[in-house]
């Protein structure tokens, strides 16, 4: 079935130690989404791609950072994590911007 | 800034009921959708209404769309234990010269009792 894969589902790291979250996509979107959702919270828009253009949201906080090296693959970068960037990440695609998004089982990250 | 609030933010009810969740927002929209998340897992798409239609039907889902009022409903009809969850709506503006986003609201806790 065509979907969208987050790996690892959970993932542990200590304050400050850089992180990658992966997302990875068999429905050949055009666009790629990263979400931030904390507890209780509606999902927040980190950034976008539409194919290889990035839109970063303005409150997007300095050390993240995003990278698609083609369609199929989108990754989250953390440089610098600090207890209050745990979460979890949700990554989503569709076909265009205003389709609906499908999204993945997302990665829950915990900072020690 | 929140575009989508929910009301209410928690509903209980047993199997069989109906449930209704409303959603207002505050700008001009494109499209309204409303999602569905169970706990630990990712979204999942139920509805997408656009701004030129009223209703919608989808099985058991019903929803609404009053863009006057600039709000929407969810109706759950016959629910089941298996519709616990979190419903979120979802606001699409195209964005005008910048690009277009999905904000969602905070979102309705739903519990059905068996």
């Known amino acids: 079935d065509a979907m969208v894969i987050q790996n690892p589902r959970y993932q542990v790291t200590q304050f400050g130690k850089p992180v990658t979250l992966s997302c990875s996509q068999t429905?050949?979107?055009?666009?790629m989404y990263w979400y931030q959702q904390k507890s209780s919270q509606a999902p927040k828009l980190l950034f976008h791609?539409?194919?290889?253009?990035?839109?970063n949201e303005a409150d997007t906080p300095d050390n993240f950072q995003s990278r698609r090296p083609n369609t199929s693959f989108c990754f989250l970068d953390i440089r610098s994590p600090g207890l209050g960037d745990a979460a979890m990440y949700l990554c989503a695609t569709s076909r265009e911007e205003a389709d609906p998004q499908h999204f993945g089982d997302g990665t829950r990250l915990s900072i020690l | 800034s929140q575009q989508g609030e929910e009301d209410p933010q928690a509903l209980s009810i047993q199997e069989g009921e109906n449930a209704t969740m409303n959603c207002s927002y505050k700008t001009s929209i494109n499209n309204l959708q409303w999602y569905r998340q169970n706990s630990g897992r990712g979204l999942v798409h139920l509805i997408l209404i656009r701004s030129n239609e009223r209703e919608k039907h989808s099985g058991r889902l019903r929803v609404t769309l009053d863009t006057s009022k600039k709000s929407s409903s969810l109706l759950i009809t016959a629910s089941r234990a298996a519709d616990t969850a979190s419903y979120f709506c979802a606001t699409y503006n195209a964005g005008g010269t910048s690009y277009g986003k999905l904000t969602f609201g905070q979102g309705t806790i739903l519990t059905v009792h068996p």
């Open positions: 429905l050949n979107h055009n666009v």
């Open positions: 791609y539409y194919d290889k253009d990035f839109n």
